[in-house]
């Protein structure tokens, strides 16, 4: 697999022939059936053809396999060889392009149940990739009582394809996390317990994996409650045979101050619960000033602090799966950015013949153009180098895996290169 970089003169013919294979396999690959035409600087992911290798007297079917970079069961699999003992010289084998040198990793992705129809659909075309399935969210009430979502479909959907359904919990009312919801809670123990039973009677009725706990713009004064309520509830899901997860906002200390970040306690939550994820995007958002959304600079400065304090296995990283077209000039409590998938802004830039820039610093892509009504934007993005990048980052830090905001926002070639780089772990 290779990530080639459109080049002025570029056309898919030229591309394809350039690295012998087809133009409709870049296509697919990444999702450009509806371009109009390749646009300057875009990313494509090129996946590689399988090999052939004639098998020597000196072979084995793990010499081989070591050889190329790939795992002697993958070679197996790949050539429907039931017994690898029984190779012999002179056989023709195929060696798969896509190693999965990469090694395992667990993927999660959050959808929003608003969706409907439509969400259930996200998760079926995303399934083959997902380890876990996060429905979004259920809202805690300050008696412990929770707001019910319409998610069975989604979760059977996700059974069907062996991808485990965390159910998500939150502070979230009126438009926003709640900080005096959350201390009501934390503050109170009957109210937390209240809380605990309604959330295990949930999971077992709808048929749970796990849990995520969502709770943000927790005061900071509330810290030490917050860790005595992951204690709880994390004791008695464990004894009803369910994992237990956090959110945590990205930090690079321990900073013991501020509305999203002082309440966090990143030890402390790598003590208690099965794994962490990070929410490591937003450092563009919609209503700041244009950026990077998840510039990996930033992202792991975030990690070099989380492995520092938190073991590495329970390490999701957020990665998210859209971008931002900004108009300019910005100004703060202006207009606001409108979301944009990586799919969509490739075909934005085709549409108004815009060229596509890289940061190399924050490895992301972004282009400038003029609307209709001759008003400048600039849209921040993830493409196949940004998303390659942390990829890498993710398995050389040896963490668990990585955690997508969210599923609806269509991007291909992520898929196309996860699935590469990577073999999904499914846990149930």
Known sequence: MTVYVVKRGDTLWSIARQFGVSVNTIVEAN?????????????????????????????????????????????????????????????????PSESKSFGNIEINAYVEYEAGEAAVGYVEEAASYLTYISPFS????????????????IIQTARNFNVAPLMIITNFRNGNFDTQLA??????????????????????????????????????????????????????????????????????????????????????????????????????WSGGPPMAVAPINEVRKVLNYAVSVIPRNKIMVGAPLYGYD?????????????????DEAVRLAANVGAEIQFDETA??????????????????????????????????????????WVLGEPFVQNWTLLDNMFNIVKVI
């Not at 875009?42 to 072979?59: K, M």
């Not at 190329?68 to 197996?76: I, N």
């Not at 929770?146 to 479909?153: C, F, G, K, Y």
């Not at 990205?250 to 013991?256: A, I, N, R, S, Y």
């Open 31 to 95: 999702g450009i059936e509806d371009l109009p035409h390749l646009v300057i600087g875009q990313a494509l992911v090129i996946p590689g053809e399988a090999r052939t290798y004639i098998i020597r007297p000196v072979d084995s079917l793990w010499s081989v396999a070591r050889k190329f970079g790939v795992t002697a069961e993958r070679l197996a699999e790949y050539n429907r060889i039931s017994n690898p003992a029984l190779i012999y010289p002179g056989l023709e084998i195929r060696i």
């Open 363 to 404: 490895q992301s892509p972004h282009f400038n153009y003029r609307d209709e009504n001759g008003v400048e934007h600039v849209v921040w993005f993830e493409d196949a180098r940004s998303m390659k990048a942390k990829n890498e980052m993710v398995a050389n830090m040896r963490l668990k895996g990585i955690s997508y």
């Open 138 to 153: 259920y809202q805690v009430n300050e008696d412990g009582t929770l707001n019910n979502i319409n998610d069975e479909a």
């Open 183 to 284: 201390h009501t809670i934390l503050s109170n123990e009957t109210i937390q317990q209240n809380l605990i039973n309604n959330v295990i009677s949930t999971m077992t009725n709808k048929g749970y994996f796990g849990l995520n706990i969502d709770f943000e713009r927790i005061a900071p004064t509330d810290r030490q409650l917050y860790n005595n309520f992951l204690r709880r509830i994390t004791t008695q899901l464990h004894n009803n045979n369910f994992v237990v997860s956090t959110a945590l906002a990205p930090k690079t200390t321990d900073v013991t101050t501020g509305a999203w970040h002082g309440a966090h306690d990143y030890r402390t939550h790598g003590e208690i619960v099965d794994f962490v994820i990070l929410m490591t995007y937003e450092w563009g």
């Open 326 to 342: 900004w108009s300019l000039p910005y100004t703060p409590g202006g207009e606001w950015a409108r979301r944009i998938s990586p």
